[in-house]
Structures are given as C-alpha cells and as structure tokens.
C-alpha cells in the first residue's frame, strides 16, 4: 500500500496517476446576500476568465486531469492525448454537466471525470454523481477531490463515485474503512439500483 497515497480507488489506496491542472488564480469577488458572505457559486456562474484559460499550464507528457473550462476552449490542442487516452476533465460543483456532456462526442472517451468540492457542505456533488451515471451514462472513473471528508464516502459511493482523493490533513486508511460503515442501506441507489425489501430474504422459517 502506497503509504504517501490520499488516492482512493476502487476501494484500495493507490498511487495517483494523473497530473492535476490547475487554473491560475484569478480575482475571488466576495459576494453578500442580506448582510451574510455567499460562500457557494451559484449553479452555471461563469468564474473563469479568457486569461486564465489561456494562461494554464499543461505538462507536454503524461495523464492530465484539465478543468472543463480549458478543455473546452483548448480541445484542439488536447485532441491527440485524448485519443490516446490521456485527458480527464474535472469540473466545480457549480459548473455544468451540460457543457461537459456538449463538448466530446462520447463522454466514455474520457477515462476519468472528478468533480471539485471547494466545502463539503456543497452536496450538489451528490447529484452530479447520480445524473453522470444516469442520465449520461458514464462508465469510467469518477472521482471526488477537494474538501472530500470521511463521513461523506459511503454516500458519495452510492451517488456512483469509485474514486476519492481525501484531503491531505485527513488519513485515507480511516476514509477507506468507512465504506464499510452501512452493510445494507435501504433505499436503492446508483451502486445498487434494489432497496433492501429487494436485496434480502426476511421468509420466517417454517
């Protein structure tokens, strides 16, 4: 077990093959509603600039894992090593899955898709999960990094995520045991589609 890992997978810890791109920082304009610091992007507000777009930088070689914002506006230059299937794309909570699912012809040509939260309280992770497996019918790794916390990976596991990159001050042996933590949840769910009234036999022996 690769002891310096935070990478969960398919629920063992492995080393992580893919490099992350990050975009250049960018102004954060501090929002307020009612007196109060809006803490959450709302659902298809643009956050990225033509300048950071085009100033990220991308290793010549290697697995790349690309913001959707880069990928969509660089594709042309990302077409040889996504053919080859070297490129994932990752997008924030509040970026849309509609412009993922417009910009590649087959969303199973992409090999990995990971979702950032910024704060675990953002549940919207758990829908984009669910629709990706379900109304996108995505097959490959789905992966959750960012503020990713222990309590949450069950849950997230359910919404059909097989990847977790745990954050780096937390210990991703205590996150891999927790999903274990429920042997038979009830309702069905994107991992197990049967609730349990389904799933197991309650006959009273004769």
């Not at 002891?3 to 304009?29: F, H, M």
């Not at 990995?112 to 379900?134: C, K, M, P, Q, Y």
């Not at 042996?173 to 994107?190: H, I, K, M, R």
Request: with cysteine; net charge neutral.
């Amino acid at each position: 077990m690769p002891k310096s890992s935070n990478l969960i997978l398919n629920q063992a810890i492995v080393e992580d093959e893919w490099t992350l791109v990050s975009l250049p920082a960018g102004e954060e304009v501090v929002k307020k509603q009612a007196g109060k610091v809006v803490l959450f992007k709302l659902t298809g507000e643009a956050s990225t600039t033509p300048e950071q777009i085009a100033n990220t930088e991308i290793p010549a070689s290697g697995k790349i894992l690309v913001p959707l914002s880069v990928w969509v506006a660089r594709q042309p230059e990302l077409a040889a090593r996504h053919a080859a299937g070297e490129v994932g794309v990752w997008l924030d909570t509040h970026e849309l899955l509609e412009t993922l699912a417009a910009s590649v012809a087959d969303i199973n040509s992409l090999p990995l898709i990971a979702v950032h939260v910024e704060r675990f309280a953002d549940g919207r992770i758990f829908s984009i999960g669910n629709l990706l497996r379900t109304r996108y019918h995505y097959k490959n790794d789905l992966r959750a990094f960012g503020d990713v916390l222990r309590d949450q990976l069950f849950f997230l596991k359910r919404c059909g995520f097989n990847s977790y990159l745990i954050r780096g001050d937390r210990s991703a042996q205590d996150a891999l045991a927790s999903l274990g933590d429920f042997t038979q949840p009830y309702q069905g769910a994107v991992d197990n589609n049967q609730p349990v009234w389904r799933r197991v036999n309650r006959t009273a022996p004769h």
